[in-house]
Every structure is written in structure tokens, then in C-alpha cells.
């Protein structure tokens, strides 16, 4: 077996696959959250805690949230003792429900202290 087959065989292509599962698996969680998630977050909002509020707000610095960003908040959520509930019905779109949250954040004077 030649160096170069043996380096093909047994380094580039194992690497290889281990890079294409990284990324296959980075991309889902980079993707924003769906309308029904912005209304779990905007219609439990005033029952967070400040601290919690806060990171809601530092989450949307970007004007959206990503799933990565939505999993983090959820398991805080929990951690702070507040469970969200996805709302069955009166989900308005994607954009709508940011404004929402957006609006709620905006409105909310414990993060104009901070």
C-alpha cells in the first residue's frame, strides 16, 4: 500500500465523514424558531423572572431567535421554574409572533435598568 492510499483510507475519509456529521448537524440548530415558539415565549413573558427576561432580550439582539438559542432558553425556563406551553390555536405567522415578542421586550421596564 502506497503512503498516499494509506492516508486516503485510513485519515481523509474518516474526517471527512466526521466533518459532514458536524455540519449535518449544526444547520438544523442555526435555522429560526417557528411561529408557535415566538407565542410560547411572548405569552409566558411577564411570568419570567427578570434574569430570565433579560436573556430573552439578549437572545433577540438579532432580531430573531435560533432553534440553538430557543433550546438554551427552554432548558433555562425550566431551571427557573416556569414550563412554556406551545399554543394550540391563535398562532399568527413567524413574523407576527417576533413582532409580538419583540414588542414585549421593548415594553418591559426591568430590562431598561440593565
Known amino acids: 500500500m502506497t503512503p498516499i492510499k494509506f492516508i486516503l483510507r485510513y485519515t481523509a475519509i474518516p474526517f471527512t465523514a466526521i466533518v459532514a456529521v458536524v455540519i449535518w448537524a449544526a444547520v438544523p440548530s442555526s435555522k429560526e424558531i417557528d411561529a408557535r415558539q415566538y407565542a410560547a415565549l411572548s405569552r409566558a413573558y411577564q411570568s419570567f423572572p427578570s434574569t430570565f427576561r433579560h436573556e430573552i432580550a439578549d437572545a433577540m439582539a438579532h432580531g430573531q431567535i ?39 421586550i ?8 440593565h
Not at 390555536?89 to 413574523?95: E, M, Q, W, Y
Open 66 to 104: 435560533s432553534d440553538w438559542q430557543y433550546q438554551t432558553l427552554v432548558r433555562d425556563s425550566l431551571a427557573s421554574g416556569v414550563a412554556m406551553d406551545w399554543p394550540a390555536t391563535g398562532v399568527s405567522d413567524v413574523a407576527a409572533e417576533r413582532q409580538r415578542l419583540a414588542s414585549l
Open 106 to 113: 421593548q415594553a418591559d421596564s426591568d430590562l431598561a435598568r
